[in-house]
């Protein structure tokens, strides 16, 4: 963007001409403000990784239940089978 200075101007067109270049003097408080809703979004944020962490964590819970309750079910089939084999042993010696 070229700047133009005219001889009569004085500097009124060049102004004009980069009015929106102008540094707001109420920035401050609306940065502020912005700083507050960021704050807000941010404790929003933590708020819901917070739950999805412990909505992952009873998962996790539930989940290892399940397997150690499938382990327990093996053993109880294996040891149903290692006292069945060991029937059938004494039955054939007898």
Do not use: P, W
């Not at 009015?19 to 704050?39: E, F």
């Not at 412990?54 to 399940?66: H, I, P, S, T, Y």
């Not at 089939?77 to 029937?87: F, N, S, T």
């Amino acid at each position: 963007m070229a700047l133009s200075i005219m001889k009569g101007d004085k500097g009124k067109r060049k102004e004009a001409k980069h009015d929106h270049l102008k540094v707001n003097r109420d920035d401050k408080g609306k940065r502020k403000h912005v700083d507050d809703h960021d704050d807000d979004l941010d404790t929003f944020d933590l708020e819901n990784r917070i739950k999805k962490l412990k909505e992952d964590f009873g998962r996790l819970l539930k989940a290892n239940k399940a397997k150690e309750a499938n382990k327990s079910k093996e053993v109880k089939l294996a040891k149903k089978a290692k006292k069945a084999k060991k029937e059938e042993l004494k039955a054939k010696e007898a």
